[in-house]
């Protein structure tokens, strides 16, 4: 298994290197003779009094960076913001730059959230402003309605939500609802200037509003969507108090939706997504041999059912073919009960769970978050195979005993399981390989 083992690491790796923002903005944004050229729409630098960038999110850093190195002697019109997790170098003194947190909001987040709404009030229509949104961007830029609502309060409210188990798409059209600066709020902001939103998407294909919990996209959620889901989630004794009873209360107002004024002058273009890093292993998958297949029936699954599925169609397509490759992108969700403190993420969660499925058998599986950080540990990711039940009891940590405490990343390093990459300026949701020779 040695050989799969490090074939699933190269395909892995591969993916993650050709999936970056420094390839793709320069393929896909060009500046020539004063215009600026985004997938085929050109504008004219020379016709705004200003240009705005703001950039937020996991990947804001190396998207700002390579976006002002793509516009040459242009780059002298650009001032803006820049919002990230880890410190970042300012371009030029027409920046300010926030170290926000993720995945709970901070006070940079709140601090970069109100220098974002006064830097976007003033502009007009002989304005423009490009946003580059990556995923985090939700944690990493926070304001919520009632400008009352304590940091506490905002980051218990996030705390509450990643951790309850929802899609994504739910998470987000909770926190569009709450907050001032998401769900087409930072376009209604901005407007009437003339906006370019330019996007990596850590979300599912063409749900771009859930971007981040889109700031400056119509919102196809609505409140009915809300309060449904707060209701199927169970959120109601997981949220602070005073958020609780805004649902309650059924107080909250609906965002900007498709056909709004706001978006009248606003384009978006997705620079990357989940497709391009299935598109990127599977051809590095071809290149060493595997017959490649992709299926994400599984997005927002919860871990151990998408393990079960994704085990089972591997075993599937093993019936007929040799050296199967089986691809899926997207997230799996984990329910962390209240009380829980073990070290781990969803990817890591699933690789052990996918564990227990294939016992002696030559499978390898690995999942990986494409940002590099996996829940509340330092790891990607992890890999198992068909012995690490077995070498987890030999370390006397089991398999079992890991899932139950919600401690995969103590278990996965024992084992040297654990993918540490560290944070890799990317997010593209999370990526799972499956090899069986």
């Known amino acids: 298994m040695q050989d799969v083992r490090h074939e699933i690491l190269k395909i892995a790796q591969y993916a993650l290197d050709t999936s970056r923002v420094e390839r793709a903005i320069p393929e896909r944004i060009h500046f020539t003779d004063g215009l600026m050229q985004v997938d085929g729409s050109s504008c004219c630098l020379r016709e705004f009094e200003r240009c705005v ?3 937020m999110g996991k990947a804001a850093d190396p998207m700002v960076t390579s976006f002002l190195a793509c516009s040459g002697e242009e780059v002298k019109r650009f001032e803006g913001i820049i919002v990230a997790p880890d410190p970042v170098t300012l371009p030029s003194e027409k920046f300010i730059a926030f170290h926000a947190g993720h995945p709970t909001p901070n006070a940079g987040s709140v601090q970069a959230a109100e220098a974002i709404l006064e830097k976007l009030k003033p502009l007009t229509e002989r304005d423009l402003v490009v946003f580059l949104i990556s995923g985090g961007g939700s944690s990493l830029v926070e304001q919520f309605l009632d400008p009352k609502t304590s940091l506490e309060t905002i980051a218990a409210t996030h705390k509450a939500l990643v951790e309850s188990g929802a899609p994504i798409t739910a998470i987000n059209a909770i926190r569009k609802h709450l907050s001032a600066v998401k769900g087409g ?5 901005a407007a009437p200037a003339k906006q370019l939103t330019i996007a990596v998407s850590d979300v599912p294909a063409g749900r771009l509003d859930a971007l981040s919990s889109g700031p400056t996209t119509p919102d196809e959620s609505t409140l009915a ?17 005073s958020v609780a009873a805004q649902f309650a209360e059924r107080s909250l107002v609906e965002t900007p939706k498709p056909g709004d004024a706001v978006f009248a002058r ?16 599977g051809k590095r998958a071809a290149e060493l041999g595997w017959h490649v297949a992709v299926d994400n029936t599984c997005d927002d699954w919860d871990a151990k059912d998408a393990a079960r599925y994704l085990v089972d169609r591997l075993r599937e397509l093993r019936r007929t073919q040799q050296r199967v490759c089986l691809l899926s992108a997207g997230e799996v969700t ?4 209240h009380g829980a403190n073990g070290s781990g993420g969803r990817n890591q969660h699933f690789v052990l769970e996918t564990s227990r499925l294939i016992v002696n058998d030559e499978i390898a599986v690995l999942s990986m978050g494409s940002d590099g950080v996996d829940g509340n540990s330092p790891a990607a990711g992890g890999i198992a195979d068909g012995t690490t039940m077995d070498r987890a009891v030999r370390q006397g940590y089991s398999v079992e005993q890991a899932l139950a405490a919600f401690d995969s990343y103590p278990l996965l390093m024992r084992l ?3 993918i540490v990459t560290g944070p890799t300026g990317n997010n593209l949701r999370d990526l799972r390989v499956l090899l069986a020779p």
Request: avoid cysteine.
């Open 185 to 189: 709020r930072l376009a209604a902001a």
């Open 334 to 337: 984990v329910t962390v009960p």
């Open 53 to 55: 960038v703001i950039a």
């Open 266 to 281: 606003s384009r978006w273009s997705i620079l990357l997504d989940s497709t391009s890093l299935e598109a990127a292993a």
């Open 416 to 418: 040297e399981d654990a």
């Open 225 to 241: 969507d809300v309060y449904a889901a707060v209701d199927r989630y169970g959120l109601m004794n997981r949220l602070p108090a």
